[in-house]
T-cell receptor, first 112, second 116 residues
Framework: AQSVSQHNHHVILSEAASLELGCNYS??????LFWYVQYPGQHLQLLLK??????LVKGIKGFEAEFIKSKFSFNLRKPSVQWSDTAEYFC??????????FGRGTSLIVHP | GAVVSQHPSRVICKSGTSVKIECRSL??????MFWYRQFPKQSLMLMAT?????????EQGVEKDKFLINHASLTLSTLTVTSAHPEDSSFYIC????????????FGEGSRLTVL
């Protein structure tokens, strides 16, 4: 069975700091990978996704993620965070059954 | 992107009553919808997969008689929490996948259920 691990549960940063949120998954076959974001009071929405091709994926709002197959990782990065990036971030893996499995989520707070 | 709408967004009910939550795909047809439950500060727990025109597939540990799911059309799935109890209080989220099946899920706004 597939599983997803997000190591950082709570992250607090100041504006302009760089961000990296870890995501590791366990599944030996082909996977589709996603990062979803949930802003305060809003529903989940897709930040970026990887299906195949270039392992460095660019998403909305300046986010990017790199798929490293050998490390079973799909870490999310942003060079300079903003106060508006305060949100919950969920990594998800979709393999085989096409039912995505979500990580526990990371709460990001950005201080202005 | 595609739009999924949930209703109601908030509901408060008395213990022992039943509550129905609707999930609609507004601009696409969804043969498959998923129902999740989210506890505070925790991840989304998949409860069941709802398939249009057939019985839902429930995850282990989820009571099918407690959480009735109906997916009568390609744009509507409903979750009914029967004989609700305070421990059923939670945030319920539905999601749907376009028939194109790219793997991307589109999420509803969520429904906050409070059972008194």
């Amino acid at each position: 069975a597939q599983s997803v691990s997000q190591h950082n549960h709570h992250v607090i940063l100041s504006e302009a700091a760089s961000l990296e949120l870890g995501c590791n998954y366990s599944y030996g076959g082909t996977v589709n990978l996603f990062w979803y974001v949930q802003y305060p009071g809003q529903h989940l929405q897709l930040l970026l996704k990887y299906f195949s091709g270039d392992p460095l994926v660019k998403g909305i709002k300046g986010f990017e993620a790199e798929f490293i197959k050998s490390k079973f990782s799909f870490n999310l990065r942003k060079p300079s965070v903003q106060w508006s990036d305060t949100a919950e971030y969920f990594c998800a893996v979709n393999a085989g059954s096409y039912i995505p499995t979500f990580g526990r989520g990371t709460s990001l707070i950005v201080h202005p | 992107g595609a739009v999924v709408s949930q209703h109601p967004s908030r509901v408060i009910c008395k213990s022992g009553t039943s509550v129905k939550i609707e999930c609609r795909s507004l601009d696409f047809q969804a043969t498959t919808m998923f129902w999740y439950r989210q506890f505070p500060k925790q991840s989304l727990m998949l409860m069941a997969t709802s398939n249009e025109g057939s019985k839902a597939t429930y995850e282990q540990g989820v009571e099918k008689d407690k959480f009735l799911i109906n997916h009568a059309s390609l744009t509507l799935s409903t979750l009914t929490v029967t004989s609700a109890h305070p421990e059923d209080s939670s945030f319920y989220i539905c999601s749907a996948r376009d028939r194109g099946d790219t793997g991307e899920l589109f999420f509803g706004e969520g429904s906050r259920l409070t059972v008194l």
